[in-house]
């Protein structure tokens, strides 16, 4: 079965400091990855997908960049962080190969910019 | 771009029915997702629609009309577990010509006893 991991879970960090969260898939090849934000009493706002290694698309300009290094890693960083960078992190992967593209999250990260 | 709207919360007794609308506007619809998630965790997957009609699973149902832009997710004999956000997502095409959901900020279900 297929499992998706994130780490940290939470994590508190100073205005002006960078930022490197990971998301690892287990259990399936080739996966769609995406990364998302959830601010308090807000929606899920997707930040960026990929579709294979090296792929990247941003849905929506900002400080943070996303790296997949290789097929089953998703990386979201950032130089700089703002306070309005605090919010939990959702890492999600869905099968191209099955017919709904489901999206499967992981357990997330809980960040706090001061 | 696409919009999707549904109600910011909702109160219900256990053991009845509540039902959870969601209306949407999209481009290149291509399915229609609804996640639960409780308070601090992920969403987990509830049930997906693509075609018009409704879907069973257990105590909760979902429906979808494509031409209407709605669709509902049916929670039967409610529990005071399913206290919980349900998030409607719509897939559609994105800007960079993917097929992409895009989530609603999702309804808040309070069961009391």
């Known amino acids: 079965s297929q499992t998706i991991h994130q780490w940290p879970a939470t994590l508190v960090q100073p205005v002006g400091s960078p930022l490197s969260l990971e998301c690892t898939v287990e259990?399936?090849?080739?996966?769609?990855l995406y990364w998302y934000r959830q601010a308090a009493g807000r929606g899920l706002q997707l930040l960026f997908y990929?579709?294979?290694?090296?792929?990247i698309s941003s849905e929506v300009p900002q400080n943070l960049s996303a790296s997949r290094p290789q097929d089953r890693q998703f990386i979201l960083s950032s130089k700089k962080l703002l306070l309005s960078d605090s919010g939990f992190y959702l890492c999600?992967?869905?099968?191209?190969?099955?017919?709904?593209?489901?999206?499967?999250f992981g357990p997330g990260t809980r960040l706090t910019v001061l | 771009g696409q919009n999707i709207d549904q109600p910011t919360e909702m109160t219900a007794t256990e053991g009845a029915i509540v039902q959870i609308n969601c209306t949407y506007q999209t481009s290149g619809f291509n399915g229609l997702f609804w996640y639960q998630q409780h308070a601090g965790e992920a969403p987990t997957f509830l049930s997906y629609?693509?075609?018009?009609g409704l879907e069973e699973k257990g105590r909760f149902s979902s429906f979808l009309s494509r031409s209407k832009g709605y669709s509902y997710l049916l929670l039967k004999e409610l529990q005071m577990k399913d206290s919980a956000s349900y998030l409607c997502a719509v897939r559609g095409r994105a800007s960079g010509g993917s097929y992409i959901p895009t989530f609603g900020r999702g309804t808040s279900l309070i069961v009391h006893p």
């Open positions: 999600a992967w869905s099968d191209k190969r099955g017919g709904t593209d489901t999206q499967y």
């Open positions: 990929s579709v294979g290694i090296g792929q």
């Open positions: 259990g399936t090849s080739n996966p769609n």
């Open positions: 629609n693509v075609l018009d």
